[in-house]
């Protein structure tokens, strides 16, 4: 199972009974995990990786890479994973979640809190225009107040309308906030982009990897599979 989305990638593969042969495969999965991390988020760029050590019902280790502002996890874990039905035995689990926090994505976040703001302040200028229009019909205010009041309001009412009407319409297409684009992005920022990218990949091929050696069981004298460790590193330092 792979979910893979903008800057996240979480698989897992599920097993049998837990034996030398697939202790190997996870342990293979955390070196093959740890190769990328030297290859494509070095010290050497001013990447800053520390290896945790996951115990309790989760074992394996999480890296957690930072330099600036951006920062990553990968994890790499193995627990027991119960039967899905009556018929199925329980049995394991390897799985593998990355993520990672950049300018890209933090900075079209916080676009968010704006355009709430925006919209307040338009919901509080129609109140005011209604309140104005009362106030004339009333014959409180004058026809020139009237106006200064109204026309104001009005097109802050046209902005708040259209606000809500695009917010509407992204949350039905169920679409993410847009990334900025590289124009606007640092070439650091740029260059962590693209190592996270060539990270994801390595680690896509390392669960294709990881699921061909735990479903096929191995045979007498078979030796063990290379792991897939991905592109090769890139030659410009961060």
Known sequence: MTHKERGRLDWSVRYGARSTYTKRVATDTLEGVADLMARHMPGSAGYEVQRVRL????QGASFRIRR??????VSV????SPGRSAREEDGFELRVVASAQSAS???ALATTPERTG???TGGAAASLGVGALALAISGNLTAWATAVLLLPALFATRLC???????????RQGSAPAALPPATLSAAQVRDDRRWASVLAGLQQLHEDAAQRLMLRPFRGMGTAATALGPAPLRTAG
Request: hydrophobic share 40%; glycine share 6%.
């Open 55 to 58: 115990s309790g019902p989760l």
């Open 77 to 80: 874990q193995t627990f027991s």
């Open 68 to 73: 600036g502002p951006f920062s990553a996890t």
């Open 161 to 171: 309308m259209t606000l809500w009407i695009a917010d509407t319409l992204s949350r």
């Open 118 to 120: 925006l919209r307040l």
């Open 105 to 107: 994505t933090t900075t």
